[in-house]
């Protein structure tokens, strides 16, 4: 869930700012899909460190999308579906690339473990 208020001037992945963060947790090779609602005014780049991913949904639409690492998620209620395969075993960041929007708590972490 992506959200905000331009008054305060606060972004939030998951109704949390970064610090305040739960993260997103997959096992290496796992595949995962993400769901990226945007509830707030403004549109959101986000962006996945470290992996690449392929669209796949757009407004619960099914689509074979482009592999890139980073989607625009329309305002206003759009949902955007990415899937991709969780890679090494590490935290990755996960944030919008709108750096006031970045910089104000829009990140949260994609965290990886080893497979078992
Ligand atoms: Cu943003």
Do not use: K
Not at 6 to 28: D, F, K, L, R
Not at 55 to 72: K, Q, S
């Amino acid at each position: 869930m992506l959200a905000g208020s331009m008054q305060p001037y606060v972004w939030t992945i998951n109704g949390a700012t970064w610090g305040e963060h739960h993260a997103i947790t997959a096992s290496s090779g796992e595949r995962v899909v993400l769901s990226f609602h945007n509830m707030s005014m403004m549109g959101h780049p986000m962006h996945l460190h470290g992996h690449v991913f392929q669209v796949v949904g757009l407004n619960g639409r099914r689509v074979a999308g482009a592999l890139r690492d980073t989607v625009y998620v329309p305002p206003m209620s759009m949902v955007v579906d990415v899937a991709l395969d969780a890679g090494e075993a590490a935290r990755w960041m996960l944030h919008c690339h709108h750096m006031p929007h970045l910089s104000t708590g829009m990140m949260t972490e994609f965290a990886v473990s080893e497979s078992a």
